[in-house]
């Protein structure tokens, strides 16, 4: 869908990506509508996605100011567009320049969080199978960062979608006492022979026992994804797929300003939510919609 610049309605735009620059396009999207804005927009500096030199791509500023700058207006825009009790998770990697590192995930972190965005979260995404690299002066990276920002205090956040395998009491424990009380609430010394002790309260029996497994914690250990037909990194699926289950609830909107091959929309399909892309180069919108077609909603 090529960007007619007037206001759209939000039945234009469902299910669809927008071909064009995602600050001016944001400029015209209802207000109110997208729960949840799960994103990857180009690193700073790091390659170019269009063949044309464009002013408007994300990435090819002259300098981290301009790059936070950029990324500050555009989130300004899609403030307005979320929902008030929204979310929005921003995937960054770093830049070396001269020999050192930019800080450019906390810069741009920091810059949101003056523009008056809730900070709720730093994730670290783990890379089991990272590139090697060569460097033998410092460790080699395998994670990028991920910041869950909320519009409000407020927010929607489905904690038990994305709940992960206990650690501390497993079926398979020996540690004394603790596989008994795996998923049953009314079975913790609560009120057995350890009433009356405070060391298990809810929150601990939550975090050990809860029967859909612990609260998700901040570091995410998630293969990179393969997708041959994009010349670029690409989300893994399990990476949406966390953010948009926390995120979102069924028939939900789910935003991405920087859509690329379409991992958000494929996971938001898959999951009955809807999405809305907005793609700056036609070939990577084209992809996206392909794939798209081709993606069948879970029976969920
Ligand atoms: C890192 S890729 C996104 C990859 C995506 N998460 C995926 O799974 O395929 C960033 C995308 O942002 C697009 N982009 C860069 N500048 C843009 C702009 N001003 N407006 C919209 N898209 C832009 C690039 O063309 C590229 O497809």
């Known amino acids: 869908m090529t960007f007619q610049p007037s206001k759209v309605y939000v039945q234009d735009v469902l299910d669809k990506v927008i071909v064009g620059d995602s600050w001016t396009i944001a400029k015209t999207l209802p207000d109110d509508f997208v729960q949840c804005v799960v994103t990857s927009p180009p690193y700073f500096g790091h390659r170019e996605y269009s063949t044309k030199s464009s002013e408007e791509e994300f990435g090819r500023e002259n300098s981290p100011l ?17 929902k008030v009790d929204g979310t929005v998770w921003l995937n960054l990697g770093d830049t070396y320049r001269d020999g050192q590192l930019l800080g450019i995930p906390w810069r741009v972190a920091l810059a949101l969080q ?9 994730i670290i995404w783990h890379k089991p199978n990272a590139m090697p690299s060569s460097v033998k002066n410092r460790p080699t990276i395998d994670h990028e960062t991920i910041f869950l920002f909320a519009k409000s205090a407020n927010y929607y956040y489905d904690a ?4 992960e395998p206990h650690v ?8 004394k006492g603790g596989r008994n ?3 049953k609430r009314d079975g913790t010394p609560e009120k057995g022979k350890n009433q009356g002790n405070s060391n298990l309260h809810n929150g601990r029996w939550d975090q050990a026992f809860h029967p859909l497994g612990r609260n998700k914690r901040t570091v995410w250990s998630i293969p990179l994804g393969k997708f041959r037909e994009a010349h670029f990194a690409v989300f893994p699926p399990q990476l949406a797929e966390t953010c948009i289950l926390a995120g979102t609830g069924k ?10 091959s379409g991992t958000t929309a494929i996971i938001a399909r898959e999951w ?12 990577y919108a084209e992809m996206t919609m392909k794939r798209v077609s081709e993606t ?4 969920i």
């Open 66 to 82: 301009t790059y936070v700058e950029k990324l500050v207006g555009l989130f300004e825009e899609l403030k307005r567009v979320l």
């Open 251 to 260: 028939r939900d909107v789910v935003l991405d300003p920087f859509m690329g």
């Open 272 to 283: 009955g939510r809807y999405f809305v892309g907005l793609e700056l180069v036609p070939e």
């Open 296 to 299: 069948q909603p879970r029976l």
């Open 181 to 183: 009380h795996l998923g």
């Open 114 to 122: 003056d523009s008056g965005w809730l900070l709720r979260s730093e």
């Open 168 to 175: 501390t009491f497993t079926e398979d424990s020996k540690m």
């Open 160 to 163: 038990d979608a994305i709940r």
